[in-house]
């Protein structure tokens, strides 16, 4: 009797192991997007690579296609990601640029409904949150054109502090 008492123990100990174990691993799934579009935004430049989070999605791309999409983007349940990581190739001069931001400093706690965003000027990289809501009138535009009529933070570079 005593035994099998010790085994259960040491069993509901193991299973509260791996379960805590399992969460430590899991990134949050939340309703939101990731996108980018060089083809409009970034004429100048190239893009080589890119991940967000844990995704291979720009590396998936070069093994299956050669090249990376110069434009995409993803909508819904998905990982949150703590970082972002993009490599670019400006087009005049054949320089290569890359760029890790970390996110999950920068990103407010609710991000549902909203879109990760990249763009590059010449040597420097953009990072938006484009959020669901509208822009209020009274709101200068900020960020892609294209999104204008919502409401869009800037993640990276970081804004002078006042």
Request: net charge positive; glycine share 8%.
């Amino acid at each position: 009797m005593k035994r099998s008492s010790v085994f259960l123990r040491w069993l509901i100990t193991a299973i509260a192991v791996v379960m805590l174990a399992g969460c430590a691993n899991t990134q949050e799934l939340v309703s939101h997007g990731f996108a980018f579009d060089f083809i409009d935004d970034s004429p100048d430049a190239e893009l080589l690579d890119y991940r967000y989070g844990m995704s291979n999605y720009g590396k998936s791309e070069r093994a299956s296609m050669g090249r990376v999409s110069q434009g995409g983007g993803i909508f819904g349940e998905i990982r949150r990601g703590d970082d972002l990581y993009v490599k670019w190739r400006l087009k005049a001069t054949s320089e290569v640029f890359e760029k890790t931001v970390d996110l999950k400093s920068r990103l407010p706690a609710d991000i549902k409904g909203g879109r990760i965003y990249f763009m590059v000027r010449g040597a420097q990289l953009y990072v938006y949150l484009i959020t669901s809501e509208k822009r209020a009138k009274d709101e200068p535009p900020n960020g892609p054109s294209k999104w204008a009529f919502r409401r869009i933070l800037t993640i990276y570079p970081d804004s002078p502090k006042n």
